[in-house]
């Protein structure tokens, strides 16, 4: 059984940077997908940033690129989130949520969406932006 626990979130101003990581345990196969989901008040779940942890691709949602960062290391045990250049737009809970990985998929295929694929999840980790 795969465990997930994520931690790093906290209070920022618009324009800061925070980190969020997530150790999962329980991870015995060589490609899992990896990735970070939040939801905020009012609003459906959504992709955020996932990582293949075999292949090393990447996906993130139009609305974090080029300011977040997902990198994975110790064979996907620690998975980190960099968020640079937060807005208030970015407040959510942030959950960490794992699943296999099949190669006939992308992981944009996966990590798109709301996350209904993985069947792993971490209790999230606030993420609050003030203006």
């Known amino acids: 059984e795969v465990q997930l626990v994520e931690s790093g979130g906290g209070l920022v101003q618009t324009g800061g940077s925070l980190r969020l990581s997530c150790a999962a345990s329980g991870l015995f196969f060589d490609d899992y997908a990896i990735g970070w989901f939040r939801q905020a008040p009012g609003k459906k779940r959504e992709g955020v940033s996932c990582?293949?942890?075999?292949?090393?691709?990447?996906f993130y949602a139009d609305s974090v690129k080029d300011r977040f960062t997902i990198s994975s290391t110790r064979r996907g045990r620690m998975v980190e989130l960099k968020m640079n250049n937060l807005k208030p737009d970015d407040t959510a809970v942030y959950f960490c949520?794992?699943?296999?990985?099949?190669?006939?998929?992308?992981?944009?295929?996966?990590?798109?969406?709301?996350?209904?694929?993985?069947?792993?999840w971490g209790r999230g980790t606030q993420v609050s932006v003030s203006t």
């Open positions: 990582i293949s942890t075999g292949q090393g691709t990447v």
């Open positions: 949520a794992a699943r296999l990985f099949s190669r006939r998929r992308t992981i944009s295929d996966v990590c798109s969406g709301a996350g209904s694929e993985f069947d792993s």
